[in-house]
């Protein structure tokens, strides 16, 4: 039995987005600036996909610019957002804690060219407080950025409440919604939304492919120079065959949306109660403002990396956090941030299932997950010490 439960850090292509991509490669390979058939066909096959994707979030088509992923759009949106406060004088920004990298190593870089960051605390159920990002709005804030949905942890924020007060301090919101989107609802007019990050391999779509939306009338500045190609915002003959493949995803997605969210909320739920049984386990995040599939356990006494390879020997496949840091010997700056030490960071397992998860692989899950823990634990000496008292739980 092999059971894929690392979904957060990349999914399977969808057999529709799959048959979409490679029928666009063999059938509209034309480049879309030419003004010949071809080159028209595939123009009209790239905004129908805008218009779908636009669709699904409740965005206009010209608010969308396709990008190379989730990364790339944070960028761009944030130094946007940036420069334009810039120009009014405006260089602070806020975000918190937690963010993905993708978020907080560009605002490290605005700080060496002179801008002020404030991140917010994230508190312990892992979710982000509204009134505190209302005090820590100043007259020179110029961007407020926070993830829809942790990409660790799971827990899903109050986007609409946020947003509502960025929009009453003239504030620009953008959000890193590359979790949610096609998981969860995301309605940017209803949510009070700025600017929006999505990736096609989240939900199904191809890697390399994602999308920025950015309200009309906020400005967006290039990250890549070049054609006038995305109505001059994202320089480069567009990837045809991956946008079209990632808007049938999302499309799709979306239709199988409250379904899948079913299935996964049972089966989510399942395994916390399961794995809630092992002594001295702690679920990161609240329980139910979380992702459908998301479920992310610390247990004391054992490290996360030893767990990981175990249950790959048992055919499950998982992590420890994010996939962008997997190679960190570090712990989490997810679970430091919602105030976990580091020796029980360390050992963390992160389970993120698919739409496909059957009772029978959540048990088996549960099961691999109790006898592999009680082995590690059975020859660590911060266990022995735990149980002898000469270390104190904190589980």
């Not at 218009?51 to 130094?79: C, H, K, L, M, Y």
């Not at 301090?169 to 007019?189: E, L, S």
């Not at 049984?277 to 004391?300: M, Q, S, T, Y």
Request: aromatic content about 4%; glycine content about 8%.
């Amino acid at each position: 039995m092999r059971i894929y439960a690392d979904n957060a850090a990349t999914t399977e292509m969808s057999q529709t987005a799959l048959d979409t991509m490679i029928t666009c490669l063999k059938d509209v390979y034309g480049n879309p600036s030419s003004l010949y058939e071809r080159g028209q066909k595939a123009k009209e096959i790239l905004e129908q996909a805008r218009e779908d994707v636009a669709g699904v979030i409740g965005a206009a088509p010209r608010e969308i610019t396709f990008t190379s992923g989730g990364s790339e759009a944070d960028n761009q949106a944030i130094r946007s957002a940036a420069l334009a406060g810039k120009k009014k004088g405006k260089t602070h920004i806020i975000s918190t804690a937690f963010e993905h990298h993708a978020v907080l190593h560009t605002l490290k870089q605005l700080e060496k060219e002179g801008f002020e960051v404030t991140l917010l605390d994230v508190h312990e159920d892992g979710l982000v407080r509204p009134g505190e990002v209302e005090a820590a709005i100043r007259e020179d804030t110029a961007l407020m950025s926070v993830m829809f949905a942790n990409n660790e942890i799971g827990t899903i924020q109050p986007v609409r409440e946020i947003g509502a007060i960025c929009r009453a301090h003239g504030v620009i919101f953008h959000t890193d919604a590359v979790q949610a989107v096609g998981h969860i609802p995301v309605d940017v007019v209803k949510d009070n939304i700025d600017m929006l990050s999505a990736s096609a391999h989240k939900f199904h779509g191809p890697k390399g492919t994602g999308f920025l939306y950015c309200r009309k009338g906020v400005p967006l500045s290039n990250l890549i120079e070049g054609g006038a190609q995305e109505r001059g915002r994202r320089a480069g003959t567009e990837n045809v065959p991956a946008i079209v493949s990632m808007a049938a995803a999302l499309k799709e997605a979306e239709a199988n949306r409250e379904k899948n969210a079913e299935i996964l909320i049972r089966q989510r739920d399942r395994l916390i109660q399961g794995l809630q049984e092992i002594p001295h386990a702690a679920l990161n995040g609240d329980a139910k403002k979380r992702l459908p599939g998301n479920v992310n356990f610390c247990f004391e006494g054992i490290e996360g990396e030893s767990l990981l390879l175990l249950l790959d020997d048992k055919g499950i496949e998982a992590s420890s956090g994010s996939a962008c840091t997997s190679g960190s010997l570090d712990p989490s700056h997810v679970l430091l941030a919602i105030g976990r030490v580091h020796d029980v960071a360390h050992g963390s397992l992160r389970l993120t299932l698919g739409e496909d998860i059957t009772d029978e692989e959540t048990e088996y899950i549960i099961q691999s997950v109790k006898e592999i823990v009680a082995h590690l634990r059975s020859f660590s000496p911060v266990w022995r010490d735990l149980q002898s008292g000469k270390l104190s739980f904190i589980l």
